[in-house]
């Protein structure tokens, strides 16, 4: 099976310990460079990303095509924090239909 670039930028934070799984997880961390969507999130774990999102003003991406469970290996994982800049940046070089922007409001 073919990986696109994206789940293997995925894999390299995952295997350098530059993530964490889970919106619990992810709120211990005093920062986030990217945040990670599954498409199957209930609506509280969108709500709950998007507060995450708003505090380390970082972007979200959503999973469209696979889970964030498959993508990790973590069962139960609906939201995944990136902490690696670089990797964060090419991940957002590199959207396509699989993995796509999820557009938030900041309300003021």
């Not at 390299?12 to 619990?24: H, L």
């Not at 993508?71 to 902490?83: S, V, Y």
């Amino acid at each position: 099976m073919i990986r696109s670039k994206i789940e293997t930028y995925i894999g390299f934070s995952i295997k350098a310990g530059k993530f964490k799984c889970g919106a619990n997880a992810a709120a211990t961390l005093k920062s986030a460079a990217l945040l990670v969507l599954c498409h199957t999130a209930a609506k509280n774990s969108v709500e709950e990303c998007v507060k995450l999102a708003k505090k380390f003003r970082c972007r979200i991406v959503l999973s469209n095509g696979k889970t964030v469970e498959e993508l990790t290996g973590k069962e139960q994982c609906k939201i995944l924090a990136i902490t690696d800049g670089s990797l964060a940046q090419a991940i957002l070089g590199r959207l396509d239909d699989e993995f796509t922007e999820f557009k938030w409001e900041a309300k003021r």
